[in-house]
């Protein structure tokens, strides 16, 4: 079923069906559903240079940011063909579809066939569906096991963290996704399409009171029924859904639970037709118009019941098939697309399913939670060599919700690995709405534990989301280093940060053989956003021209520090006078975890520096250090309790300056 994306996208040829079948008439009656491709969109109101028409405005913003073209793709199918199309005998119009500009038909009237067929603006008609549904066919390769126990839903995780996420923990920790969400990126603000069988009793199961009460689920639609409840039907979508919303404190927590839902069922249980590709096609045209960011596709093709229409290995070249085409269009107008890489790893098909070959796609395999690869989990490349899966995620007993009592269970699938990693690059992309799909899923390849090494079974491996974090922070950092015109270097840095995050001003001067900390960055920002930094480090005390060594460390976790850059600067004093400006400085102001003192005097001098708490209580002391010049202090702090101190300085024992300083 499903599998793993390359970072750049084909220019996509117009139609993707496999099977283009010029029957007659008569051969048309082992058949009811039929796609009608048109030529053009002739006649039409709607007009690219009026998108609020048929585009929410969420779905223009969408394109603004990442400079997206609004194209006749976005513009719906002429409405007279379709009205045609309908009243040309007994028609039933089953889906439209502007991106491939196509209508989806049910019919068993050969002259109403044949009166389409004829009509000017037609270009083909092709069979995409038998005119009875085989019984109960079980699509579904995914198991199901029973409810895991109660005294199983403890695991040892952080006591600071802000979800406990019960048994659910080893497949949320495999990818350090608990990361994200202590920072506050739960999915709030992002939305997500989950196409599938049927999301069965989520409006009443325990797992799914959290997004009911919110009103998470913005929209639901039955693709094949053609109604908006999808509640009923089969329990695959459900249960994938609740690896991403699921919001039960201790028992069970899913990667996403702050997202909003479109739920779709596009698919019949009952059959496997290429009809469900036009169904799919549909929906994910609904959700792009509506503005969603994400889909989830726990969805693969590669047989069907009637062989005429079966792909082979060669079709799965990212390109062919009509649900590839319509994925890799939806990642062309910006949206992030998460498939399952399928379950065929031990059948005679083997490999990945399509929509899993598209090239935008982020396809997804299965390992367990030690990150052994499942045996039933899909083998890549696509046939035309792109590297399938692209990711892997827990899809071996991964946490689910039971059927029946909501309560967690323990399904095996790749079906759950893909929601379980589209949770994950939601989160992740709601910290860096700067960057776009593509961006992001080349974060998460570059993140895993495979990168230099991808294989044909997890691609690039298990993605680490802290590291994809570093990635995208590097990647939006940018600084820019000029000489001053008093014998100084100036520093700005434009960093993505929070409160919670700080960044450490580091030089080195030749002779020396380790770098001074000469600033630390903080932002009393709690949102993580971009803040502009700037810092003059003063170099007056320095008579001759050389190369000064800078490097900037950002620390984003206790556990987590990077630099994001190194640079050398060549120096040439520029001062007009050779004495100094007396002055000192004390910074940073909260200190996290230095404090650094910076005395400039003209002629010697000893220096005493002296901290005390807001008791009075001196903590630290520093006496009589000489000063010739200018010379940086640094006292330790980040032992000490939270709270307000002084910092005192003393020149030849003579107090010249407190300051209050906080430690946070």
Request: proline letters at 5%; a neutral charge.
């Amino acid at each position: 079923m499903n599998r793993l994306i390359k970072v750049q996208m084909k220019k996509l040829p117009l139609f993707f069906y496999v099977v283009l079948i010029a029957f007659h008439t008569d051969s048309f009656a082992q058949f009811s559903r039929y796609v009608i491709r048109l030529k053009d969109k002739n006649g039409s109101s709607f007009s690219t240079s009026n998108p609020s028409q048929f585009l929410t405005q969420r779905a223009i913003d969408r394109r603004t940011r990442y400079n997206i073209n609004i194209d006749e793709t976005d513009v719906p199918v002429t409405p007279a063909y379709i009205d045609s199309i309908r009243l040309s005998g007994t028609v039933t119009i089953l889906s439209v579809s502007k991106w491939f500009n196509q209508v989806c038909i049910q019919t068993s009237d050969n002259g109403a066939l044949n009166k389409i067929n004829a009509f000017s603006f037609v270009k083909n008609t092709s069979p995409v569906a038998a005119r009875f549904l085989s019984l109960h066919r079980d699509k579904q390769p995914d198991s199901v096991a029973a409810t895991i126990p109660a005294g199983v839903t403890n695991r040892p995780q952080s006591p600071a963290g802000f979800y406990n996420y019960g048994v659910a923990y080893p497949q949320v920790h495999l990818h350090n996704v608990e990361f994200l969400h202590n920072h506050g990126f739960r999915g709030e603000g992002m939305q997500m399409a989950i196409m599938d069988a049927g999301f069965y009793h989520y409006q009443s199961l325990p797992t799914f009171d959290s997004i009911r009460n919110n009103n998470q689920v913005l929209e639901t639609w039955d693709f094949v029924a053609g109604n908006a409840s999808v509640n009923e039907d089969f329990a695959h979508g459900m249960n994938c859904l609740s690896t991403i919303a699921a919001n039960m404190p201790g028992v069970f927590v899913g990667t996403a639970p702050k997202t909003s839902f479109y739920l779709y069922r596009t698919e019949d249980i009952s059959s496997e037709y290429p009809v469900e590709e036009d169904n799919w096609v549909s929906a994910a045209e609904r959700a792009d118009s509506l503005g969603a960011d994400v889909f989830s596709v726990s969805l693969g093709y590669s047989t069907f019941d009637n062989p005429i229409f079966n792909y082979n290995y060669a079709n799965m070249d990212g390109n062919t098939t009509t649900i590839a085409g319509a994925a890799d269009l939806a990642a062309k107008k910006g949206i992030l697309m998460v498939a399952a890489a399928g379950n065929e790893g031990a059948s005679n098909w083997h490999y990945i399913t399509t929509p899993a070959d598209a090239d935008s796609v982020l396809a997804v395999g299965a390992v367990d939670t030690s990150r052994q690869v499942a045996g039933f989990s899909s083998y890549g490349p696509s046939s035309d060599g792109q590297v399938k899966p692209t990711v892997a995620a827990v899809g071996v007993r991964a946490v689910i919700a039971d059927a029946n009592s909501g309560n967690p269970a323990y399904g095996s699938g790749t079906s759950f690995a893909c929601p379980i990693m589209a949770g994950i690059t939601t989160c992740l992309w709601q910290a860096f709405p700067e960057v776009n799909n593509m961006q992001v899923i080349d974060a998460l390849g570059r993140s895993a534990d495979k990168f230099t090494t991808p294989n044909d079974r997890t691609g690039y491996g298990v993605p680490d989301v802290k590291n994809a974090f570093v990635l995208l922070i590097k990647k939006l950092y940018a600084q820019q280093i000029t000489p001053g015109s008093n014998c100084d270097i100036k520093l700005q840095l434009d960093i993505k940060t929070a409160a919670d995050m700080f960044v450490d001003i580091e030089r080195k001067l030749p002779g020396e053989t380790s770098y001074t900390t000469l600033s630390v960055l903080k932002t009393s920002n709690t949102d993580f956003t971009k803040k502009t930094f700037s810092y003059t480090d003063d170099l007056s005390a320095i008579k001759n021209s050389l190369a000064i060594e800078y490097r900037f460390k950002m620390t984003i976790a206790s556990d987590t520090s990077f630099y994001l850059d190194s640079t050398s600067v060549n120096y040439t004093p520029n001062c007009n006078t050779v004495n100094l400006t007396e002055k000192i400085s004390i910074n940073p102001n909260p200190a996290v975890e230095n404090i650094f003192i910076s005395v400039t005097r003209n002629t010697a001098v000893n220096t005493s520096i002296e901290l005390y708490n807001g008791s009075g209580q001196k903590v630290y002391s520093l006496l009589k250090q000489p000063v010739s010049g200018t010379k940086i202090f640094s006292i330790p702090v980040k032992q000490l309790s939270r709270g307000v101190y002084f910092v005192t300085v003393l020149i030849n024992d003579k107090k010249v300056i407190t300051k209050k300083v906080i430690v946070p």
